[in-house]
């Protein structure tokens, strides 16, 4: 149980363009949902969570306008970056927290290999 | 907001010896301490985790102890394998699932 899967698996886009990740909760129900962003050999950085049925909080320093996160039902959360730039290559995680049992338990998703030209 | 600091960063073994990594926070109200293990381009798996509410757990070669007053918690392998290598990373959470994480220890488990 709590399996959360993320589509694509790997991305290579052009700068400029735009990429759709989601994020599925596949054998329960999640309220809030996290999305990471991890830079080569460093840690997780919490990008923004996303809460089913409301607007995302974004952490300092990201922009919301250029991250755009969908949480329209209880099993999927999008990501959206917007107009990327090389700079914006990294592996992005989501994770979700079942709405039902304890509150702090988050499960992984398998990630998203974003490369942009 | 909360800070986690993680040490070391690296840390290299031999096969059957114990790795301690060690991780302090900042935030007294922080309840809920879990560790996780990443291999490369992989998902963290959570390894063990630990509440406010326990000084201890114990979880076959594994275990993490928490001091609340000192604010920090600490995770224990002993008899490490070489499938223990990985890098390994502590996070603290004051709210519903939202994490601070360490900046991670690459151990290495030399056969």
Redesign the interface.
Known sequence: GAVVSQHPSRVICKSGTSVKIECRSLDFQAT?M?WYRQFPK?????MA?SNEGSKATYEQGVEKDKFLINHASLTLSTLTVTSAHPEDSS?Y?C?A?PSRGP????Y????T?LTVL | GENVEQHPSTLSVQEGDSAVIKCTYSDSAS??F?WYKQEL??????II?I?SNVGEKKDQRIAVTLNKTAKHFSLHITETQPEDSAVY?CAA?IN?????????TTLTVKP
Do not use: C, E, H, W
């Open positions: 809030t996290f460093q840690s997780l950085m919490l969570t592996f995680i994770s927290v509150t702090d338990t988050q992984f998703g398998p990630g290999r | 309840n809920y879990p381009g992989k998902r963290p798996q959570l985790d509440r990373f959470s519903a699932g939202k994490s601070t994480f360490g900046d991670g």
